[in-house]
């Protein structure tokens, strides 16, 4: 079946560690996002790529990084220097026929 | 640039009873609109979409909504509750009211649905 996959579930990051999200989708999809859901805070964009090897900043960008080295690929580096990284982290892909698909997410946890 | 509000981020009702869920957007654009739900702990799944034509869309799990430019709303409404609706429900509008596979969606900031026995 395709869709997408989020790895790992759940995570657990130590202070001033780099810890990297995965997500993969075999559906052919052009564009990928990843957002972010704090409670009562709704979903908040951290990265959207639209083609391989090009990607531009969401909302709350600061702290993170991406990578679209491939179609099917767009890892969420959460880097030290985000300062509050404990959220749960979504990703997505789009086409222009079927709309969003949504992972079921990450949730990253420091400790 | 577009904006969604969802109005009440609790709503609670009775099994059985109506569920109304509110959503106002902002938008310089004919928009696209769309609700999700989420229940615990996992991704967003599509209820339904407002793109063109018909202003009164139906969606899966006896959901619809009404698409009323005057009052730029997009309320989400189900006749009878289930204990099965519990959960999440976001309202989005896609930046640029094309809807493209490549414009990013703006999302309110949820209704938590709490449904009563």
């Known amino acids: 079946d395709g869709g997408i996959t989020q790895s790992p579930k759940y995570l657990f990051r130590k202070e001033g560690q780099n810890v990297t999200l995965s997500c993969e989708q075999n559906l052919n999809h052009d564009a990928m996002y990843w957002y972010r859901q704090d409670p009562g805070q709704g979903l908040r964009l951290i990265y959207y790529s639209q083609i391989v090897n090009d990607f531009q900043k969401g909302d709350i960008a600061e702290g993170y990084s991406v990578s679209r080295e491939k179609k099917e690929s767009f890892p969420l580096t959460v880097t030290s220097a985000q300062k509050n990284p404990t959220a749960f982290y979504l990703c997505?892909?789009?086409?222009?026929?079927?709309?969003?698909?949504f992972g079921s997410g990450t949730r990253l946890t420091v400790v | 640039a577009q904006s969604v509000t969802q109005l009440g981020s609790h709503v609670s009702v009775s099994e059985g009873a109506l569920v109304l869920l509110r959503c106002n957007y902002s938008s310089s654009v004919p928009p696209y609109l769309f609700w999700y739900v989420q229940y615990p702990n996992q991704g967003l799944q599509l209820l339904l979409k407002y793109t063109t034509g018909a202003t009164l869309v139906k969606g899966i799990n006896g959901f619809e909504a009404e698409f009323k430019k005057s009052e730029t709303s997009f309320h989400l409404t189900k006749p009878s509750a289930h204990m099965s609706d519990a959960a999440e429900y976001f309202c989005?509008?896609?930046?640029?009211?094309?809807?493209?596979?490549?414009?990013?969606?703006?999302f309110g900031t949820g209704t938590l649905l709490a449904v009563q026995p």
């Open positions: 989005a509008v896609s930046e640029t009211g094309y809807g493209g596979a490549t414009n990013k969606l703006i």
């Open positions: 997505a892909s789009s086409s222009r026929i079927y709309g969003y698909t």
